[in-house]
C-alpha cells in the first residue's frame, strides 16, 4: 500500500504539478486501486476527476469514464493531452473510421482513459467488443443523473447497472457534487455498487459568497450586481429562452459580452458560444439549464439567477460552477412571486406521477424557505445535504457567522407582521379565493381598478385597509406567507391566491408572525489598493503580462487558457517570481509536461518585469 500511495503522490506532482492531494483524494484514489467500488461526493472544484484518473495510471489496462455531456468530452480529453495522458473520447460526433481508430487504441492498450456517453456504453456492440479489453476501472460521473429524486434523471443512466454483470472485477467508481441522502441511496441501488466505500465530503464552498434578493427592478438589481464583475467570466441563469435572449441583448447594449445558450438555439451556435465562453476572458453566458453540468471552466467569478431554479439540489448545482480555482467567487439571485407560481404551474402540468409531484414541490418549498430565511445562509444550505451527519466540528464552528453570506454581512431586520398578514388573509377570504395577488392588493391598497370596478370590490370591508403598506412590500408579505404554509397559489384556477389550514390560526389571533424586513443590498466596493482579483497596483503589470502569455500560447494551441495554467497558478508565479525551471517545477499547478512545453515563455515574461 505505502507503495502504490508514493507512486500516486509521484504522479501528482510530476503530471498534474500538485504537491499534495487535499481531502479524501488520497484514501479515494486507493480504494479505487485496491477494486472496491465507490461513491465520491464532493463539491465542483473539490478535484473528483483526479480520484480517477490517478488510479487509471496506476491500474492495468484503459479506465472508462462515463459522461452525459458529448460537447464537453474533447474538453476534458484535451486537458488530459496537455499534460502527457493518453486520453480520448468515443461519441456520436465521430465517423466510423475516427471510431475504429479510438477502438482500436483501447484494443492495443495506447490509451489511458476513454470518456464515453451512457448511451453509446449501452449499446450491445460497445458492451461487446469492450469485454475483450483489459479495463482498469469504471467512473461514472454526474452519477445523481441516475436518481429519480435528484434534479438532472438521465433515463439512459438506469440502464449502467449491467456494468456489474459486464465487468464483474473491475472496480465502479460513481461520483457527483449533488446528492441529498436519499438521492445518494438512489444511486447505490439502481448502479448496483457492490458494497461500496462511500466518502462524503463537505458540501462547504467557503469560497463562494451568496446573496438572495426579493425580485424589485430585475435588470437594475442585475446590473448593480455585475458592476463589480467587470471584465470576470459569468453564468447568468434564466427560466426562459426568451428571457435569456433578451437578457443577454440588453446587457451587450451596456457594454458587457454577453452570449446566449438555449435548447432553442441551433448546434452550431451553442456550440460556437460555449466555445467562447471556454476560451475568452470576460464572457458572459446567459443560459437556460441546459447549459453547465460538466462545464470545467475554472475562473468563472460568478453565478446569478434571474429566476428561481427548481430546487435546492439545482441551485446548489448551478452555484458551485463559480469559483471552480478556489479562488473568490458569487452566487446572486433575484426571484419573486411569479417565479413560485411558474414553477408550482410546471409541477402541477407534469404528466409525472402523484408521487414524484409532491416531492418536487417539498423541493420547492425546502429552497424557498431557504431564500426567506433571516440568520446564516450556509449552514441551512448544509444542513439540506444531511452536512450535520458528517463529522467536520471545524467547519460547524466556523459557520456559526459565515461572513460569506448577505445575511452575514448586512443581518435583516424583522417585523411583527401579525396585523398586516391578518389583512392580507382576510382580503383573500372576502375574495372568495378567485383572485390572484395583484388584484388582492389592489383591493388592500384602495385603487378603483377596472377590475376592482368590474368586480364592484370596492364594496368590501378590506377595500382600502392596507394603504399604509407599499406594492412590494404587499408581495413580500404574501411570498413570505406562502413560504410558511399561511397562505397558497392555486395554479388550476388562474394563481388565485388562497387559504390553508393553518390559515386560520393565524386569522383568530392565536399566533403571532414575525416576518423578514426588506433591506438595500449595498453592492461591495473594491479597496484603492487592490487591482482584479485582489492584486495589487505594483504586481498588476506582471499579472497582466502573465495573463497575456497566456492567451497568446492557448490561442497558438487552439486550447482554453484554463488548459495552459489556472489564475490560481499564475497567482503563486507573480507572488514567488521563479528564475528557472527548477524552481518553477515547485509552483502548484505546473507539472513536468507543461513545465517543458511553456515553462520558458513564463520565465521570459517574469525576468522581463524584474
Known amino acids: 500500500m505505502e507503495k502504490i500511495n508514493q507512486t500516486a503522490k509521484a504522479i501528482l506532482q510530476s503530471t498534474f504539478g500538485y504537491k499534495q492531494f487535499r481531502g479524501q483524494q488520497e484514501t479515494i484514489i486507493q480504494s479505487v486501486v485496491d477494486g472496491k467500488d465507490s461513491l465520491v461526493i464532493m463539491p465542483t472544484g473539490g478535484g473528483k476527476s483526479l480520484c480517477y484518473q490517478i488510479p487509471a495510471l496506476l491500474r492495468e489496462g484503459c479506465a472508462i469514464v462515463i459522461s452525459p ?26 465517423n466510423h473510421n475516427e471510431s475504429e481508430t479510438v477502438v482500436k487504441r483501447v484494443i492495443n492498450k495506447t490509451l489511458d482513459l476513454l470518456y464515453i456517453a451512457p448511451e453509446r456504453i449501452n449499446q450491445p456492440a460497445t458492451l461487446s467488443w469492450l469485454q475483450n479489453c483489459c479495463i482498469s476501472l469504471i467512473a461514472i460521473d454526474e452519477a445523481h443523473c441516475v436518481s429519480q429524486w435528484g434534479h438532472d434523471f438521465r433515463q439512459d443512466y438506469l440502464s449502467l447497472h449491467q456494468l456489474k454483470e459486464r465487468f464483474p472485477s473491475v472496480p465502479r467508481i460513481a461520483l457527483t457534487a449533488t446528492a441529498t441522502p436519499l438521492s ?17 465530503n463537505s458540501f462547504d464552498r467557503p469560497n463562494i459568497h451568496y446573496t438572495v434578493v426579493p425580485k424589485v427592478e430585475a435588470k437594475k438589481q442585475l446590473l448593480q ?29 451596456r457594454g458587457l459580452t454577453a452570449l446566449p445558450y438555449h435548447a432553442g438555439l441551433n448546434a452550431e451556435t ?18 437556460t439549464i441546459a447549459f453547465g453540468m460538466g462545464i470545467d471552466k475554472p475562473d468563472v467569478r460568478f453565478v446569478a439567477h434571474m429566476n428561481l431554479p427548481k430546487s435546492m439540489e439545482a441551485y446548489y448545482q448551478e452555484t458551485g460552477r463559480a469559483g471552480r480555482d478556489g479562488g473568490n467567487a458569487e452566487a446572486f439571485m433575484t426571484y419573486g412571486l411569479d417565479d413560485v407560481v411558474q414553477l408550482a404551474q410546471f409541477i402541477d402540468n407534469s404528466p409525472a406521477k402523484e408521487e414524484f409531484k409532491r416531492h418536487e414541490k417539498i423541493k ?22 444531511g452536512e450535520d451527519k458528517i463529522d467536520i466540528p471545524q467547519t460547524k464552528e466556523r459557520l456559526t457567522k459565515c461572513l460569506h453570506c448577505d445575511n452575514c454581512d448586512n443581518p435583516p431586520n424583522t417585523w411583527d407582521a401579525t396585523e398586516a398578514a391578518q389583512k392580507l388573509l382576510s382580503c383573500v377570504y372576502r375574495l372568495n379565493q378567485r383572485f390572484g395577488l395583484a388584484h388582492t392588493i389592489d383591493v388592500l391598497r384602495g385603487k378603483n381598478t377596472e ?14 385597509i392596507g394603504v399604509e403598506l407599499s406594492q412590494n412590500q404587499w408581495r413580500s408579505i404574501a411570498r413570505q406567507l406562502i413560504v410558511k404554509g399561511l397562505l397558497s397559489v392555486n395554479s388550476l384556477q388562474f394563481n388565485a391566491l388562497a387559504l390553508t389550514p ?3 390560526e393565524l386569522l383568530q389571533g392565536k399566533m403571532s408572525l414575525n416576518l423578514r424586513e426588506e433591506i438595500k443590498q449595498v453592492p461591495q466596493k473594491k479597496t484603492n489598493h487592490e487591482f482584479k482579483n485582489g492584486v495589487s497596483n505594483q504586481d498588476a503589470e ?69
Open 364 to 385: 420547492l418549498d425546502a429552497l424557498l424557505g431557504w431564500c426567506e430565511v433571516t440568520s446564516c445562509r450556509r449552514t441551512p444550505l448544509l444542513n439540506y445535504f
Open 451 to 464: 377590475k376592482v370596478t368590474q368586480f364592484d370590490h370596492q364594496q368590501l370591508s378590506t377595500f382600502g
Open 225 to 253: 450586481f455585475l458592476t463589480r464583475h467587470r471584465d470576470e467570466a459569468g453564468i447568468i441563469y434564466c427560466l426562459s429562452r426568451k428571457k435569456v435572449d433578451s437578457t443577454a441583448a440588453w446587457l451587450c447594449t
Open 502 to 504: 393553518q390559515s386560520r
Open 270 to 287: 451553442r456550440a460556437h458560444n460555449q466555445g467562447r465562453f471556454l476560451r475568452e476572458d470576460a464572457i458572459i453566458m446567459v443560459a
Open 69 to 94: 455531456l458529448i460537447a464537453l468530452m474533447q474538453d476534458q480529453v484535451s486537458a488530459l493531452n496537455e499534460v502527457g495522458i493518453r486520453a480520448d473520447f468515443l461519441n456520436s460526433t465521430q
Open 184 to 200: 445518494q441511496a438512489d444511486i447505490v441501488k439502481n448502479l448496483a455498487l457492490s458494497s461500496p466505500q462511500q466518502f462524503l
Open 542 to 610: 506582471l499579472w497582466e503580462a502573465l495573463r497575456t502569455c497566456r492567451k497568446e500560447l492557448a490561442e497558438e494551441h487552439g486550447i482554453p487558457s484554463y488548459m495552459i495554467f489556472h489564475d490560481a497558478t499564475l497567482m503563486e508565479m507573480m507572488e514567488t517570481r521563479p528564475r528557472t525551471m527548477e524552481q518553477l517545477l515547485y509552483v502548484n499547478g505546473v507539472g513536468e509536461t507543461k513545465l517543458n512545453n511553456y515553462g520558458k515563455a513564463f520565465l521570459e515574461v517574469i525576468e522581463g518585469l524584474n
